[in-house]
């Protein structure tokens, strides 16, 4: 099988501080990938880089049917092509404040992609529905809570009708009652055969919905492989470390 996304000497610098280090690895079509590793590890580095958020310094990146080699030519052309493989779900939501829910969902399809409102709004009302929203077309998002607003985050991603989604760590903003609901939407997604790749500190979720999962330290691959070997049962020290802290933060 063919993979969606293919990495090879992935390398990031912001100044002086090398975040990564010649990051390598694929993802099948389908697939669930989650990131997994320290704070300052260069998790979120990894997943803007590779919607080109972030400029990587070398490396070839493929996502989808775009190719670009960070080390060598490629034109602003080239790089709205490979930006527009993947959608992007935040931290914090990013939802514009001064727009309705259904508003914030359309921009994208309607503005960049230049698809009819009509069909836009139709898929936006569709897709609000299946995370339990329809209601809440209308309102704003100072209205919503932070489990809704990053559903309609989730939203917003999926209506680009992206090969890729890219989310990071998608609960960290989230008080833990509202955690369930955003984790919930994206196992349906998951269900759908989204090919995803999640930053994500939920360790029993990444468990539970991942196909690999990847743990970072020191802008380094550490570790990766299936749920169940690097989770339950890691090969490395420095892996099974920072799981242990997790469940025993004393």
């Known amino acids: 099988m063919t993979e969606l996304i293919r990495v090879d000497g992935l390398t990031k610098s912001f100044g002086a501080n090398t975040v990564l280090r010649g990051i390598d690895f694929g993802v099948e079509p389908g697939s669930v990938t989650a990131v997994?590793?320290?704070s300052g590890s260069g998790k979120t580095t990894l997943l803007r880089s590779l919607n080109a958020l972030d400029i990587p310094d070398a490396?070839?990146?493929r996502v989808a049917d775009a190719t670009i080699d960070f080390g060598g030519a490629y034109t602003?052309?080239?790089l709205v092509r490979y930006r527009s493989q993947s959608g992007f779900v935040f931290q914090n939501h990013n939802l514009f404040p001064h727009k309705t829910v259904l508003q914030n969902i359309i921009e994208g399809p309607v503005i960049v992609q230049r698809?009819?409102?009509a069909e836009a709004t139709a898929d936006a009302r569709r897709l609000l529905e299946?995370?339990?929203?329809?209601?809440r077309a209308g309102d704003y998002p100072s209205q919503l809570s932070g489990g809704q607003q990053q559903r309609v985050g989730i939203v917003r991603a999926v209506a680009l009708n992206p090969r890729v989604l890219l989310l990071d760590e998608p609960t960290s903003a989230l008080d833990p009652e509202l955690v369930g609901e955003v984790l919930?939407?994206?196992?349906d997604l998951a269900a759908q055969d989204w090919t995803m790749v999640v930053v994500t500190h939920e360790i029993a979720f990444a468990r539970q919905v991942s196909?690999?999962?990847l743990f970072?330290?020191?802008g380094v691959i550490v570790e990766h492989g299936a749920p169940e070997a690097v989770i339950d049962r890691p090969g490395h020290e420095r892996t099974a470390a920072f799981l242990r802290r997790l469940t025993d933060p004393l």
Request: zero cysteines; glycine letters at 14%; hydrophobic letters at 45%.
């Open 36 to 38: 997994i590793g320290p």
């Open 59 to 61: 490396g070839v990146l």
């Open 76 to 78: 602003r052309a080239d």
């Open 115 to 117: 698809r009819p409102v």
């Open 130 to 135: 299946s995370v339990g929203l329809a209601d």
């Open 184 to 187: 919930r939407v994206i196992r």
């Open 211 to 213: 196909d690999q999962v």
């Open 216 to 218: 970072i330290d020191g």
